[in-house]
């Protein structure tokens, strides 16, 4: 299986095509990081190394190494999508609270409009008796 890197193109490398041969970068396992080149628009086979092969250390260490990259940056995206979770978790929670203030604020106002009900309505059945 062959990955590759964003590719640029070198002057003076030809592909049998006669194209300018563009440089890429493979990252499987055994070549992690071994830049190559090939044919840009596919129209030929041409295919060449640009790096020698790497000594059998690197090839165990690199990927090892990419895989750690790897978890980091999924663990540095997993936390910087966290705190905005909770921003709008607590942007929802003062949303709520600022409409129960209002309901509460209303059932206040009810409440003082049914003391003064009941006060004229003791007072008045005061008076008629």
Not at 7 to 19: A, E, F, N, W
Not at 98 to 118: G, H, P, S, T
Request: charged share 30%; proline share 5%.
């Amino acid at each position: 299986m062959s990955y590759s890197s964003t590719s640029r193109m070198v002057p003076g490398v030809l592909c049998d095509c006669d194209k300018v041969a563009r440089l890429q970068t493979a990252w499987t396992p055994a070549n992690a990081g071994r830049r190559y080149f090939d044919c840009a628009e596919k129209a030929c086979r041409f295919w060449n190394w640009f790096d020698p092969p790497m000594c059998a250390r690197s090839k165990e260490i690199i990927p090892g190494l990419l895989h750690k990259i790897n978890r980091l940056e999924a663990e540095t995206n997993r936390h910087s999508v966290e705190p905005a979770n909770e921003l709008q978790e607590k942007e929802r929670y003062i949303k709520k609270m600022k409409k129960l203030e209002k309901q509460n604020a209303q059932l206040r106002q009810k409440n003082r409009i049914l003391l003064v009900l009941v006060v004229v309505s003791m007072v008045w059945k005061f008076i008629m008796k």
